[in-house]
């Protein structure tokens, strides 16, 4: 393990994110159920914050908090750069080419080929600013991201046939069950993010989680 352990430690300082999660996920997740206190170190693996600069300064520019992007490229791709979706969703923040056109023509930027979307600082400059208007639009994080996901027709219509205005409630009532996942893991992982980078942070000497449900 502590082979492993190095090798997602290098795989994070050469910027290769998701290989390095991939193996976090498969061999270590059991160590957060223990409720053992677990080394700061190991949980900046565990929710890296890939291409920082980039990021902070487009969450900056779409007047968003940067650890929820950081969660949704968490959730997302992996931070991989080169992800691709079945269905044609593309880079970090998983961007479709139909929806980050009109966003890239909005701020004069060229997008005419979808190979650009693998570029970090155009995605998530891009994706930022996505996810941001449907922070205005909505409200709420949670309505925000499921709407990033399963797209904002059908968060309005699932919003507008709510049984609850509980918005826990809400969110176990999603239909979509890639939705609902999406939406709890985003939460998740936005919570440790600024557990791990929030103002508090700082005064922490060591993360430490109990029973926690990362992946």
Excluded at 91 to 101: N, V
Excluded at 171 to 192: C, H, N, Y
């Amino acid at each position: 393990s502590k082979l492993l352990y190095a090798l997602s430690a290098a795989y994070v300082q050469a910027s290769r994110y998701h290989l390095a999660l991939r193996i976090l996920r498969r061999h270590f997740h059991s160590l957060a159920r223990t409720g053992v206190a677990t080394p700061r170190a190991f949980w900046e693996l565990v929710y890296p914050i890939g291409w920082r600069s980039e990021l902070t300064e487009a969450a900056s520019r779409a007047a968003i908090d940067p650890l929820l992007v950081a969660a949704v490229v968490r959730e997302e791709s992996s931070f991989y750069p080169q992800a691709r979706s079945r269905v044609g969703a593309r880079g970090l923040m998983q961007l479709m080419p139909e929806t980050a056109r009109p966003l890239a023509q909005a701020r004069r930027l060229a997008l005419n080929n979808a190979e650009l979307l693998d570029d970090p600082a155009t995605n998530l400059e891009l994706g930022s600013v996505y996810l941001a208007g449907l922070l205005r639009e909505f409200g709420d994080a949670r309505l925000a991201v499921a709407a990033y996901n399963a797209g904002p027709a059908r968060v309005r219509e699932w919003w507008g046939t709510r049984r609850s205005d509980d918005l826990e409630v809400w969110v176990e009532q999603i239909p979509f069950d890639e939705t609902r996942a999406f939406v709890k893991r985003v939460m998740l992982s936005w919570d440790e993010y600024r557990r791990l980078y929030g103002p508090a942070a700082a005064a922490e000497p060591a993360a430490v989680q109990e029973g926690s449900s990362w992946r």
